[in-house]
């Protein structure tokens, strides 16, 4: 089932006619209202009725989390603070939070968008969805609630945490869908196990995981676990949250919902758009928000487009998983290193488990070191001292493949690393830089 199959399998031409008449509109809005963007606007010599088309966004200025919090709280509003219906904030690791304010429409269109995702997801009207996204100020667990709502999905808003609870709720009201984090649902799935319920026999078919980089591979560790079809989610709160792209049951990429959130792949270096299929920072702009509308929101997550229909007959433009970011990748000894390299090698590897965490450190005038702390099954620690040292070995010899450099390898015995209910901490980086 598709949503809104008029605007989801759109002619492209159409589908531009749409996006130019929204633009049209979004830019005297915002410069009327925002005194921001209209010395943004000015500063870039650009006047509102100077856009006509789509294709005139790429003369609009960039905008950077730094303007959100420059910004804060309300600078970026475009909406007076009486129309503003919902707020939310997403915490940073420096500086002010990113706030984000919600009109009613700004909720109407969140609750369609995601009501797009879960039924691009699979899901049908009539479903049972177990919501595992935390309720409250992040914007996954509300996100999930006003799409399950729009779409007619009957809702177990479990919020994440209390883990036994949440498998106790799966096994006596059967939700066909579950929501959370990818890092959450194998974590429950150790749970299940240490509570005697075989996962393989959940109740849960399909999952929309996101808020945080996971790889293919652990796709494959969740499918088999779980015995369920595990598909990706992708949202941020400075657009909406949760809802911005979405994949199908063919698991060929991410569905932009480009209608209203209109994507483009730059090179962060130049600021010029990538050829199709290259990999990029994504930057969206929201054509027809109206609390905080942002114009070439430059996300920093790396992706590629490509513009083909996809086999589930959707027109829309579909972005690659998000391979890293611009800023959380690390650079360690003038490298760059992305967790999803890492957690690809040892997902490939026998014996380990993808619970792992990268700890970059750095003595005084020293280079810096990188230490990897991987669990693997407890059977290792039981066994030969050799077998263990053979696949620390292993781990190290692949991740030097991989990365080009050196680094070391601790083994841990399962569940040392701390577990996440939200997103997984996989980096600790103790340098001063
Ligand atoms: O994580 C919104 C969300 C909630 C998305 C639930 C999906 C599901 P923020 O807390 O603002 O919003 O974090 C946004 O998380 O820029 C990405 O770097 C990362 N992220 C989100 N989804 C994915 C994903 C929510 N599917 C930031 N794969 C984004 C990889 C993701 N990274």
Not at 9 to 24: H, I, N, P, T, V
Request: aromatic share 8%; hydrophobic share 35%.
């Amino acid at each position: 089932m598709i949503w809104k199959e008029n605007v989801e399998c759109a002619a492209r031409a159409d589908l531009k006619e749409l996006q130019s008449g929204y633009l049209r509109k979004l830019i005297p809005y915002i410069y009327q209202n925002c005194a921001v963007y209209r010395r943004k606007l000015d500063a870039a010599g650009v006047k509102p009725d100077q856009i006509k088309s789509i294709d005139d966004i790429k003369r609009l200025p960039i905008t950077t989390k730094e303007d959100m919090r420059d910004n804060y709280p309300y600078g970026l509003f475009s909406a007076p603070q009486d129309q503003i219906a919902e707020i939310h904030v997403s915490s940073g690791t420096t500086g002010n939070p990113t706030l984000v304010g919600y009109t009613k429409d700004d909720v109407k269109l969140w609750g369609e968008v995601m009501a797009r995702a879960f039924c691009c997801a699979g899901a049908i009207p009539g479903d049972t969805i177990q919501i595992a996204y935390g309720y409250g100020l992040f914007t996954g667990g509300l996100g999930a609630h006003y799409g399950a709502l729009e779409m007619g999905l009957r809702i177990l808003p479990t919020s994440s945490g209390q883990t036994a609870r949440q498998l106790k709720l799966m096994q006596d009201f059967k939700p066909r869908i579950i929501a959370c984090t990818p890092s959450y649902v194998l974590y429950m799935a150790e749970e299940a196990k240490t509570l005697g319920i075989d996962p393989a026999k959940g109740n849960w078919k399909i999952g929309v995981f996101g808020a945080e980089p996971w790889s293919d591979a652990m796709r494959n560790e969740i499918e088999h676990t779980w015995n369920m079809l595990a598909t990706d989610i992708y949202g941020l709160s400075e657009i909406i949250g949760p809802g911005v792209a979405q994949e199908c049951q063919h698991k060929d990429g991410l569905h932009v919902f480009s209608d209203v959130f209109y994507p483009e792949i730059i090179d962060p270096k130049t600021g010029q758009e990538v050829p199709e299929g290259e990999s990029g920072e994504l930057v969206i702009t929201t054509l027809t928000k109206q609390g905080i509308p942002l114009i070439r929101y430059g996300t920093r997550d790396i992706v590629s487009i490509r513009y083909d229909k996809c086999r589930c007959g959707r027109t829309s433009p579909r972005i690659s998983k998000i391979k890293g970011r611009t800023d959380d990748m690390i650079v360690v000894r003038g490298i760059n290193v992305f967790p999803s390299q890492i957690e690809h090698v040892l997902v490939g590897i026998e014996g380990t488990q993808p619970h792992y965490q990268i700890v970059v450190d750095r003595q005084a005038h020293q280079l810096d070191e990188v230490e990897v702390l991987v669990e693997v099954e407890q059977r290792f620690f039981s066994d030969e001292i050799k077998r263990l040292n053979e696949l620390r070995d292993k781990i190290k010899k692949e991740i030097a493949n991989v990365l080009s450099i050196g680094v070391k390898v601790t083994l841990v015995e399962p569940k040392t690393i701390k577990r996440s209910e939200g997103k997984a901490q996989r980096i600790v980086d103790k340098r001063k830089l």
